[in-house]
């Protein structure tokens, strides 16, 4: 593998772990093009590697495990590679493939995008402090596939839906109720119960644990299809008035006016 210098994440291997830091707590860790190229880097680096047994994921600071796509760096297509200026497709795909099971680790905000890393990632364990929740039909963004056919089969259609549609925001006990959490412990204790899991992990052979991800994995394969297909009309959209609205009004502190752009259409 190619070398890279990481500037938005930080990545460390010991005793089998590797951890995935999101190193952007100014920007609540969301991410911009160079932050996902980075994520997916490191997820290729402690994937393949057999020393490690565990991928944890998470977010610097207690504020933000991460607030999805950084809307500073978002007027219309993101700032990077790929069919909406962010190769969500690939950082989302590799979660999946990584042959070992990853955890997200949560304190604060996991929204939008930082929801959908959860979504996929095989565990996730919160804090107290954690809510979790999507926004898209809030700032004019939307995740075909995974963020939103997977989170179906994670928390079922109907709660699935709520999230998408009501963009409510759900605090880590409630997530726990809904299967989108797998367990939530007080804030000071979220590192030493991670490490639990993770000791757990690593008792077990990693070639049964790589066998049943793929096993399940391959249940809801089609939907990276979703995902592929999706980015195109997401891009069609962000080229629109009405999803820029979303990404103008979060800028300027206001309630966006979707429908003013909306009726607009022919
Ligand atoms: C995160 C919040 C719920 C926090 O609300 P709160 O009221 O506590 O605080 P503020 O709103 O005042 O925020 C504090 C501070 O942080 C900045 N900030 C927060 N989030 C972001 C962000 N994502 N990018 C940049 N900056 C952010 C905020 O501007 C404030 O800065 P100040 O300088 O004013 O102090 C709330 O902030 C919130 O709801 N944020 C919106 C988050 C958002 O819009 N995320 C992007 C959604 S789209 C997305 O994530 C996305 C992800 C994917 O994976 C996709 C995959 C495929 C297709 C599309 C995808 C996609 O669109």
Known sequence: MTDMTYEDIL??????????????????????GQTVEEI??????AGWDKEVGVIVLTGAGDRAFCTGGDQSAHEGQYDGRGTIGLPMEDLHSIIRDVPKPVIAKVRGYAIGGGNVLCTISDFTIAGESAQFGQ?????????????TAFL?????????????????????REALEMGLVNAVVPDD???????????EILEKSPTAIAIAKRSFNM???HQRGIAGMGMY???????????KEGGISFKEKRKPDFRKHYMRKG
């Open 152 to 172: 179906a089969r994670v928390v079922g259609e109907k709660k699935a839906r709520e999230m998408w549609y009501l963009c409510r925001r759900y605090k880590a």
């Open 233 to 243: 009309a997401l891009s069609l959209y962000y080229d629109t008035d009405e999803s």
């Open 11 to 32: 990545f460390d291997k010991k005793d089998g772990v590797a951890t995935i830091t999101i190193n952007r707590p100014d920007k609540m860790n969301a991410f911009r």
């Open 219 to 221: 249940d809801t394969e």
């Open 189 to 199: 204790q979220l590192d030493a119960e991670v490490d639990r899991w993770c000791a």
């Open 40 to 45: 997916i880097h490191a997820f290729n680096l």
């Open 135 to 147: 926004v898209g039909p809030k700032v004019g963004s939307v995740d075909p596939g995974y963020g």
